[in-house]
């Protein structure tokens, strides 16, 4: 019986502390941050800027949670926090997306050597055949595959 109640009392001891001690609250999520600061997962981030005109729609979605007029967004009766936009960002250079990247793997190029038979002083035969070696490896490319326009011939017309 005494194991029974020091158990429960050291459960409800251990309650207490944790709910003191907020653990498990929600006090990194996003709550109280200054305006410009994203709050948003790494999938929302990669969706949202997969689009070419993802600026524009961010700028758009940023006046809209300003104004208050984006009311759809509410978990709990709450509404979520989504800062997209950071204010004084246009600024910063933005690198120009390829068009459509496509990595390409050159091709590694071969040297074959042919090595004769031969005869050392001692009378020994030797006959190694082929070396091949590598002369330039392969490496990454990004860009769009050339399209190997191949010689055509074509009668002359009289």
């Known amino acids: 019986m005494y194991k029974l109640i020091a158990m429960c009392a050291a459960a409800f001891v251990v309650t207490g502390c944790s ?82 990247p496509l990595p390409i793997r050159t091709q590694a190029v071969v040297m074959r050597i042919a090595v004769d038979p031969w005869e050392d002083e001692n009378g020994d035969l030797y006959v190694p055949g082929f070396i091949y070696t590598e002369i330039e490896p392969r490496r990454w490319e990004i860009g769009a595959r050339q399209t190997s326009a191949g010689t055509t011939l074509k009668p002359l017309a009289r």
């Open 19 to 100: 709910n003191m001690l907020s653990i498990g609250s929600t006090e990194y999520a996003c709550k109280g941050m200054p305006e410009g600061v994203s709050c948003m997962s790494a999938k929302d981030v990669y969706s949202a800027t997969e689009n070419e005109n993802y600026k524009t729609m961010l700028q758009a979605e940023q006046q809209a949670a300003k104004d208050g007029s984006d009311k759809s967004d509410k978990v709990d009766g709450e509404p979520t926090t989504r800062v997209l936009y950071a204010e004084g960002a246009d600024n910063a250079p933005i690198p120009m997306r390829a068009r459509n």
